[in-house]
């Protein structure tokens, strides 16, 4: 899922400038999206053997080991405050993947990322203070609107899986605001390293009391880490290369298609088929994400907001 804790730190030392010669990076981030998604749909078919908690408790232990070992991160010198800002990051990034997880195991994949991709868009609305936004905010409740007209209206849909995935986007957009202060804070990936282990241990006591053994089933843990690498290691290592020559603006641009991404893993993995009223909600919801963050990068620009803030 575009949860990944790489997006938002990468985002915030992006280049604004070098738009030549963006093709490659364009492709290594959809790569990485494509990879979010469809390792989001292999957990969703591993939840029966070891389910949502157990499937996430993998997912973040194996990849906060990988990044520690590659990382290797500096444990001295940091403030209080410091460590303060990457355990409420890690929070953040945990609630975030439990809660979305919890999500898919109940409703369509693309529609979960739907549901969630609206914090980090009311995040964007509210931050804007342009009356524009209101328009991207009325576009995204009309798809919201449409997903619960869809087939049998919002009664067809889990409805404990949305409000799992309304909460998994709030989480999304708490770990949005700590993430850009931990990319502050910390230098290169380690914040993000340390985080991820915050939020792997504080998964991990959860992922024991319900799985279980089920954890080391050689099946089950090789499946887990490959959900961690397709999920976690190798979005983060692809964004990380492409962020160093790809505007940021074009990068938030693209993490909006991750609605569109998740159905077709869906639909492709998991054979979850949505009818033309889900499209077209989606598509909706991905129109005012774009919209958001194209008002929210002309704010940036504008000469008399810079000089307010």
């Known amino acids: 899922m575009a949860q990944d804790a790489a997006s ?20 290594l981030v959809l790569a990485g999206c494509i990879s979010v998604q469809f390792g989001a749909a292999l957990a969703v078919s591993l939840m029966p053997r070891a389910g949502a908690v157990g499937v996430v408790t993998l997912r973040l232990v194996v990849a906060a080991v990988v990044m520690l070992v590659v990382c290797r991160p500096r444990l001295r010198g940091h403030s209080r405050a410091d460590w303060g800002t990457v355990v409420a990051f890690g929070i953040a990034m945990g609630g975030m993947n439990l809660l979305f997880y919890q999500a898919a195991a109940r409703i369509p994949l693309g529609i979960a990322v739907t549901f969630e991709v609206l914090g980090p868009l009311a995040l964007s609305v509210f931050a804007s203070r342009r009356a524009s936004s209101l328009v991207w905010a009325g576009l995204a409740l009309c798809g919201v609107f449409l997903l619960g007209g869809a087939g049998d ?13 309304l909460a998994a986007g709030a989480c999304w957009a708490t770990y949005i605001m700590f993430s850009a202060r931990t990319g502050r804070r910390f230098p290169q990936a380690d914040g993000l390293a340390l985080a991820m282990a915050v939020a792997a241990v504080l998964c991990l006591p959860l992922g024991i009391a319900t799985a279980g053994d089920k954890l080391i089933d050689p099946v089950t843990l090789g499946l887990g880490a490959a959900v961690a690498i397709m999920s976690s290691v190798l979005p983060y290592t692809l964004e990380l290369v492409a962020l160093r020559r790809l505007p940021a603006s074009t990068f938030a641009v693209m993490m909006s298609l991750e609605p569109a991404v998740a159905a077709l893993s869906g639909f492709l993995v998991l054979s979850q088929n949505l009818g033309w009223a889900e499209v077209v909600a989606i598509t909706l919801v991905i129109a005012a994400s774009m919209g958001a963050v194209r008002t929210q990068v002309g704010r940036k620009k504008d000469p008399a907001v810079a000089l307010h803030e």
């Open 8 to 27: 938002a730190v990468t985002v915030a030392e992006a280049p604004s400038g070098r738009r030549r010669g963006s093709l490659g990076p364009v492709g």
């Open 153 to 165: 209206g919002l009664g067809s849909l889990d409805l404990v899986g949305v409000g799992f995935a």
